[in-house]
């Protein structure tokens, strides 16, 4: 009996964990059994691994084959371990060494042509083998522009099969990757665009100065959407760490942009309103798939005509709103997505919309169910509301010039920058990431200053979670206005975009 072993990555959402691909030979009738819980695509690699053995001028063992893929417990899913899994039968059969195979982890899918093709979550993947002291990877040509993203791995890409036979065998070296190319800096909208709307164009300076949600309600044709697609321009650029945490959801998902790989700037998703559930929060069957929501972690989700969206995709939203992340269970197992996003809805008042409000149609109940689409649990959980009005011609020949987006970012870094010194040896890095309790005690406001939250509290207007994120947003103006902690001004300023309904 002779025993081969490769190493690939298994994953599970964005966590990796590497598994070990043994192929025993001998024992029995000629046959192929593969087993460690592979998926329908998995168990199909026994006839793609075989014909690209065959197809690359490699004998295929006349022997009975056992493949096994552990952990066994662990759902193993998708085509990426066809190379590890070709690897560890020529190595069982002897027509290739193992020198090179002791911490080298595989990753490939392989056409029966012995093409070595790309697979998904190629980063994640690596990182994952990283982390479990591996030192080198063999991944598909194709891949080689994010895999040269992860440090301290040594990488090699490969466009078929008999190529990685070759390097194993010390005859040929595999394609190094090219160094990561800095690319073109993405252009953003700029915010001197948006003519009029001084309340809105306020309410964004403050979402991005805190990490707040916001609501916008108008009629149409007035600048939500534009003043939405602004909003990614005002945020600073995203840290090492968390470029490289969107960057490994990005690759999961399939999305990477080959000429700047690595996701730098916080990202932008509008889904259009049709979109179902699956794809919003993710989904799929045997393991979920991320949704749109993890696309736009760390970054900015608009949903555009919000109440047309339908209520329980919406509603989905608010577990992610509070935890940064969403867990999916399928029947093979519970995954994690990371979705820590600002939300964005812009909404017309009504179904009709016309440009003014006095000449809708809609009867008051029709108004109503239009609206009721936007929860009470869902708007408790979003920062700011803004009605906008129609420009009018006197706005639209203002004397003073609207700011630029250049501008109001000094702003917004500034009092990102405080926010970020006050949380440090907290961990946290916006307003909106500090936790009510904190807020109430280690950091407690005077009576005076909180007075009108008290009543609001006892009026019951106001939930706790509502009087926590007021007092979230009093200290994103007081950091917007240098003062080192707020004042009753700023808290009924806070109180006031509460209160702000979009009836």
């Known amino acids: 009996m002779a025993l081969g072993h490769a190493w690939s990555v298994a994953l599970l959402g964005i966590d990796g964990r590497v598994v070990e691909v043994e192929a025993d030979l001998g024992g029995g009738m000629p046959g192929m059994k593969l087993v460690g819980l592979p998926d329908a695509g998995l168990r199909e690699a026994k006839d793609r691994v075989r014909s690209a053995v065959r197809n690359s001028q490699h004998a295929w063992p006349g022997e009975k084959l056992t493949l096994g893929l552990s952990p066994a417990n662990l759902p193993k899913l998708g085509s990426g371990y066809d190379l590890a899994i070709a690897v560890a039968v020529l190595a069982a059969g002897g027509q290739v060494p193992s020198t090179r195979l002791a911490g080298t982890v595989l990753l490939g899918e392989l056409s029966l042509d012995g093409r070595v093709r790309e697979i998904r979550g190629v980063l994640p993947g690596l990182l994952a083998a990283r982390n479990e002291g591996f030192t080198r990877a063999v991944v598909p040509v194709g891949s080689l522009f994010e895999a040269a993203l992860v440090d301290g791995v040594e990488v090699l890409g490969a466009a078929r099969l008999a190529e990685v036979v070759a390097w194993l065998r010390g005859e040929e070296a595999l394609v190094p990757p090219d160094p990561p190319g800095e690319g073109e800096p993405q252009a953003v909208p700029d915010l001197a665009d948006v003519i009029g709307q001084p309340e809105a164009r306020w309410a964004l300076e403050v979402a991005a100065a805190g990490g707040h949600h916001l609501l916008l309600t108008g009629p149409p044709g007035v600048g939500k959407t534009m003043l939405a697609k602004r909003l990614p321009g005002l945020l600073p650029p995203l840290s090492p760490a968390e470029s ?260």
């Open 244 to 503: 490289l945490e969107v960057t490994a959801v990005h690759s999961v998902h399939g999305s990477l942009s080959r000429r700047t790989p690595m996701v730098k700037i916080p990202p932008f998703v509008a889904p259009h309103h049709s979109v179902s559930l699956a794809a919003l929060i993710g989904g799929g069957s045997g393991l979920a798939a991320p949704g749109l929501i993890s696309r736009a972690h760390r970054g900015v989700l608009l949903l555009d005509e919000a109440c047309e969206f339908g209520g329980h995709v919406l509603d989905s939203l608010r577990t992610a709103l509070e935890d940064g992340e969403v867990r999916i269970a399928r029947t093979k197992g519970s995954v994690r997505y990371p979705a820590r996003f600002q939300l964005v809805l812009a909404t017309n008042p009504c179904p009709c919309a016309p440009a003014r409000e006095t000449d809708c149609t809609c009867a008051p109940s029709v108004r109503r169910r239009y609206l009721a689409k936007l929860s009470g649990p869902l708007l408790d959980r979003v920062d700011l509301r803004v009605r906008m009005r129609p420009i009018t011609a006197m706005a639209t020949h203002e004397g003073s010039a609207p700011e630029a987006t250049e501008v109001v970012r000094k702003r917004v870094l500034a009092a990102r920058e405080r926010a970020a010194a006050r949380w440090a040896g907290h961990g946290w890095r916006t307003n909106a990431e500090v936790p009510g309790p904190v807020l109430r005690r280690e950091f407690a406001l005077p009576p005076k200053a909180t007075a009108l939250l008290d009543r609001g509290l006892d009026r019951g207007i106001l939930t706790a979670r509502g009087a926590d994120r007021c007092l979230r947003i009093a200290w994103t103006l007081a950091d917007l206005a240098e003062e080192s902690r707020p004042d009753a001004d700023h808290v009924a300023a806070a109180l006031d975009f509460r209160e702000r309904s979009a009836a």
